[in-house]
DNA sequence: AGCACGCCGACT
DNA sequence: GTCGGCGTGCTC
């Protein structure tokens, strides 16, 4: 039996971020185990950490007095051996702690909370005691909540030993319960009772009847029992006291999505789909780590081919795993995979409250549930012999993760495809940059999905050239061919779709005397103008303020409002259209939890003629009368500093487009620009993602981008900004040191938005083929920056970060 | 992170 | 003289 456990504690920290050993006290020795949290003594008085058994072993390199284990917090390990090598992993890739990897992988409620009480001993005199603790009860011990008198108060009073601190580390981890019943006696005892009392107490006949029928080893709900038998609880309960049966708590799985799905057999495939669900089986069978591109355009029935995938692994008595965007997680989308799975799936995503997660989680450790559906963080689902991954929307940029650990999600797939040994399939319309290249290079197989599935034809679709509408119609969100057209699906009670590029597009305050421009005191931004509060809003710290009506420079009352919000937007639609019923989903119209999906079931339901929207709209929505979709400034992102804004320009035109005409209808789209002849626009337009990704590819290597070069950020942020300044010029000296004369140095510079929430923003960019010696450089700048942390400077690594410039 | 130790200025 | 400010090192 193991002697001493290997801890990683919950103090992340650089210091702390190798495990520490700890002895295992005989009483815990049977229960400690691998990949459980255990709570420790940690550093001087009396304070108590969680932390993570990584390591058992007999001996240890660490020569002091070992402290004991003080508790374990879980029944099972909650890190099985695949988790705890790929918390390593992604520690290193990313430059994160480990334990912060771990929390990542965890669900929130496994992570634990630690509270600290401070109760008065028997030293303390009667006055202090009516001082500080007036209730006479121990206090909670917050250094936060407290104010600085009193704080310093109750440290004298502990220094004096007139007072002490507990320390308490609890896991919310709780496993909802319903009462159950069972018999507590035997059949022929509960007979007689019966017996007894079948003249008197018909209810109590009746509830005893029913015991006899019980197994006296599985409780049954005493929902049930009341259901059954027509008895109420306070017959059992009396039933309970009479001896005849106890309750025991039963757990029960908090079920998200309750509602009855109909089950669907699988759909006939066409000859694409059929040759890409070969080739997935295949590798499926020789358990190959074989990772796939499907290439398909909207509706080319990508998802047919991910549900007939993971049925051939589930019949191999092996699991699935399959990734969408976060956005794409509505209830359609798992009904469609439950319809075909049903109680096997299991659903992982942050509208589920805590409880759910915890629920959903569990039932996947215990192998109940064999196919898992999520967003980002399901990546790390505790699946066990997996059969295939699949990500959905590969190219989105929400797979990253953008506060530490900041990894894709798509590189924790490969590598759990690789120790799995199943193959990783990777879906979009249209494929990042990084993957299709990828698969150009043979590392994927790319399986294309060309045609629409029953050959529905891909809208027409027309670009606007705004310059040309500004001239003749003067200053509009809508040039006249768009109204043309919205005004006619109107007339034929057909459904219209309006994009707003949000990216970059928001309405602002300007003077028009002095051109003054309300800014965040905080930030280097503009405030937003919100109408529904009627407020200036950061949409980066959440700084809010009265809506000005005179200018604070030049006290002028030709203060106005500037761009377009999607508020704006559609008060002057509803102008030029006044009969149509407009819907709007946007950021302010769906903070409520369920407002999103009640908007879209009433644009089902035609209860509105046009939906008006950001991004949000072009994620997989389908609504067979939408005929025409118009996307109001495609071009807003292409400005922005970002080397893959044209790739996300197109992504997002084509996936819009996508949206129109999916019925017997033909679809039209009205793309809105100032810059008809940029090539992300005119490719997006003709719906060529080849050429599109020709054209990119060229661009990237001209600059040095990615997928050419690799890429890391390293940003440096302080209150002052000269010391955020001076560190990154510092951070810049270090790595050109380590780094070979093919390596591109970018800055130091100040960030896009150098200041955000009162702190200022330096950033370098290397970019590199080949640097050995680069890990270690930033595993230097990580240890070197612990010490200025302590003054306010915050180092962050971002590899592949998913902007720069 | 959070606690102790240690070194400096301003008070009973 | 001491109390308490914060800057620094360390936690198995």
Not at 167 to 174: E, G, I, R
Not at 264 to 293: G, K, M, Y
Not at 387 to 411: F, L, T, V
Not at 658 to 678: C, L, M, S, W
Request: proline share 6%; with cysteine; glycine share 6%.
């Amino acid at each position: 039996m193991a002697q001493i456990g290997q801890v990683l504690v919950d103090v992340p920290t650089m210091q702390t971020n190798d495990p520490y050993s700890y002895a295992i006290p005989a009483e815990l020795e049977q229960q400690v185990q691998l990949g459980m949290r255990v709570t420790v003594p940690f550093g001087r008085g009396h304070r108590v950490v969680s932390g993570v058994v990584v390591g058992l072993s007999d001996g240890t390199n660490f020569d002091g007095q070992l402290k004991p284990i003080a508790s374990v917090l879980d029944l099972a390990p909650v890190l099985n051996e695949e988790l705890r090598q790929l918390a390593d992993w992604l520690a290193d890739q990313t430059y994160a702690f480990r334990i912060t990897c771990i929390q990542t992988m965890l669900p929130n409620l496994l992570k634990a909370q630690t509270a600290r009480e401070i109760k008065p001993t028997t030293e303390l005199s009667p006055a202090e005691m009516a001082q500080y603790f007036p209730d006479g009860a121990p206090r909670e011990f917050d250094t936060s909540k407290l104010d600085d008198k009193t704080m310093a108060g109750l440290l004298r009073l502990q220094r004096a030993g007139k007072v002490e601190v507990t320390y308490q580390v609890t896991s919310k981890a709780t496993a909802k319960t319903v009462t159950g019943i069972l018999p507590a006696q035997s059949i022929d005892e509960l007979k007689a009772h019966q017996d007894a009392v079948v003249k008197r107490a018909p209810k109590q006949a009746k509830l005893l009847a029913y015991l006899q029928t019980l197994s006296p080893t599985t409780p049954v709900a005493q929902s049930r029992v009341s259901h059954d038998t027509g008895v109420s609880a306070a017959v059992i309960t009396a039933a309970e006291a009479k001896g005849w049966l106890v309750k025991q708590p039963i757990e029960v799985y908090r079920d998200p999505f309750q509602r009855p799905v109909t089950p669907t057999a699988p759909l006939t495939l066409n000859t694409a789909q059929q040759t890409a669900v070969t080739a997935i089986t295949q590798a499926i069978d020789e358990q190959q780590s074989q990772n796939f591109l499907v290439e398909g355009v909207t509706g080319s029935g990508k998802t047919e081919v991910y549900l007939q995938s993971i049925a051939v692994a589930l019949d191999q008595g092996r699991t699935a795993l399959m990734l969408v965007p976060e956005i794409a997680l509505t209830p359609q989308m798992v009904n469609r995979v439950k319809a075909r799975f049903g109680h096997r799936v299991a659903v992982l995503h942050s509208g589920l409250s805590k409880g759910e997660q915890y629920d959903e989680w569990r039932r996947i450790d215990r192998g109940e549930a064999t196919v898992v559906v999520g967003a980002r963080s399901a990546v790390f689902a505790p699946v066990k012999n997996l059969g295939i991954i699949i990500m959905d929307e590969e190219h989105e940029s929400s797979y990253k993760q953008d506060e530490n650990p900041r990894y894709h999600a798509r590189d924790v797939a490969l590598w759990r495809g690789r120790y799995h040994h199943c193959p990783v399939v990777l879906g979009s319309a249209t494929p990042s940059l990084e993957t299709r290249a990828r698969a150009s290079k043979g590392l994927y197989t790319r399986l294309l999905l060309a045609k629409r599935v029953n050959d529905h034809p891909l809208p027409t679709v027309h670009v606007v050239d705004m310059r040309e509408a500004l001239k003749q119609q003067g200053e509009s969100d809508f040039s006249e061919p768009l109204l043309t057209a919205i005004q006619a699906r109107l007339d034929r009670h057909e459904q219209v779709v309006l994009m707003l590029n949000r990216r970059g597009y928001s309405s602002f305050v300007m003077c028009r005397d002095c051109g003054f421009v309300l800014k965040c005191p905080n930030c280097d931004i503009s405030l937003t103008l919100h109408m529904d509060t009627h407020t200036m809003k950061c949409h980066y710290c959440g700084h809010e303020e009265a809506i000005p009506h005179v200018c604070p420079n030049c006290h002028s009352r030709k203060i106005r409002y500037y761009g377009t919000g999607t508020q704006k937007v559609e008060q002057a639609l509803q102008q030029l259209v006044p009969t149509a019923r407009i819907l709007r989903m946007d950021v302010d119209s769906t903070r409520r939890k369920g407002a999103h999906e009640k908007i879209l079931r009433q644009f089902g339901q035609h209860e509105a003629d046009i939906l008006l929207g950001t991004q949000m709209i072009a994620k997989g929505l389908d609504f067979p009368d939408v005929t025409l979709v118009g996307v109001l400034n495609a071009d807003t992102a292409l400005g922005l500093p970002d080397f893959r804004a044209s790739e996300r320009t197109f992504q997002l035109l084509t996936q819009v487009s996508g949206r129109a005409g999916r019925a017997d209808k033909p679809g039209e789209v009205y793309i809105q620009t100032f810059n008809p002849d940029h090539y992300a626009i005119e490719l997006a337009k003709d719906q060529d993602y080849e050429r599109f990704f020709v054209t990119e590819m060229h661009m990237r290597h001209q600059g040095n981008y990615p997928p050419y070069y690799f890429a890391v950020q390293v940003t440096a942020s302080h209150e002052d900004e000269a010391t955020a300044a001076k560190a990154m010029y510092q951070i810049v000296a270090a790595v050109k040191k380590g780094l070979s004369a093919n390596a591109i140095v970018l800055g130091p510079t100040p960030k896009a938005i150098a200041r955000v929430k009162r702190k200022y923003y330096y950033q370098v960019v290397i970019k590199y083929k080949h640097e050995p010696q680069l890990k270690s450089v930033l595993e230097q700048i990580r240890q070197a920056a612990q010490i200025p942390a302590r003054h306010g400077l915050s180092v962050t690594i971002d590899p592949e970060p998913m902007n720069f410039m």
